[in-house]
């Protein structure tokens, strides 16, 4: 079965420390990659995609994130949080035997003072 | 700023009402995707349209909702009728074919 795992529901972090919020896939074939963030009361936004080429792909508001293909694992990191990057996050892959997209189950990022 | 626009925002209706929720998607956009949101179920895709026609709708429950597209400037989800356990955020999104989403801003619907 195809599936996305964000194993951390929530990740805490200190402002100006580097983040990282943990994604691994199992989706079938060459999968695309993507990173959505959400704000409390509002769509899920875009920040980044992998599609091919460069592993490290940079994305909105200073955010990368790096893919592995042997890991199956698409992280996405920042290198100083911010407070404003407190929300929840979510990776997403679209993939699979119908081009489906997969969506993980969201990390909340909280960045204190 | 090209968006996708969703009404109503928000929408509280009684217990086996009719609910029908809008989306206009990103001019130019051939695929359009309905999402339900809950804190116990996160993000649930319930269907899923390329070039208006429905090419997944696996996660809907087939008995009391319904989705369309009349044309390729609006996408509909209907809820017939409702039931408490609706009650949830109805995101729709737009993109062009397996590229990214773009999301709306949601209907919040409660369903009393």
């Known amino acids: 079965a195809q599936s996305v795992a964000q194993p951390e529901d929530q990740v805490n972090v200190a402002e100006g420390n580097p983040l990282t919020v943990k994604c691994t896939y199992s989706?079938?074939?060459?999968?695309?990659l993507f990173w959505y963030v959400q704000y409390p009361n509002r769509g899920l936004q875009f920040l980044l995609k992998?599609?091919?080429?460069?592993?490290l792909v940079k994305g909105s508001y200073g955010f990368e994130a790096e893919f592995n293909k042997s890991q199956t694992s698409f992280h996405l990191k920042k290198p100083s949080a911010l407070v404003s990057d407190s929300a929840l996050y979510f990776c997403a892959v679209r993939g699979g035997n119908f081009n489906k997209f997969y969506f993980g189950s969201g990390t909340k990022l909280n960045v204190k003072p | 700023d090209a968006r996708v626009t969703q009404t109503p925002r928000h929408k509280v209706t009684e217990m086996g009402q009719e609910v029908t929720m809008r989306c206009q998607p990103i001019l130019g956009h051939n695929t359009v995707f309905w999402y339900r949101q809950t804190m116990m179920q996160g993000l649930e895709l319930l269907a899923y349209?390329?070039?208006?026609?429905?090419?997944?709708d696996s996660g809907m429950p087939k008995d009391r909702f319904s989705a369309e597209m009349p044309d390729a400037t609006l996408a509909t989800l209907k809820i017939q009728p409702s039931e408490p356990r609706d009650s949830a955020v109805y995101f729709c999104a737009s993109g062009l074919a397996t590229y990214e989403q773009y999301f709306g801003p949601g209907t919040r619907l409660t369903v009393t």
């Open positions: 349209f390329r070039n208006r026609a429905p090419l997944d």
């Open positions: 989706v079938s074939g060459n999968p695309y």
């Open positions: 992998y599609i091919t080429g460069d592993n």
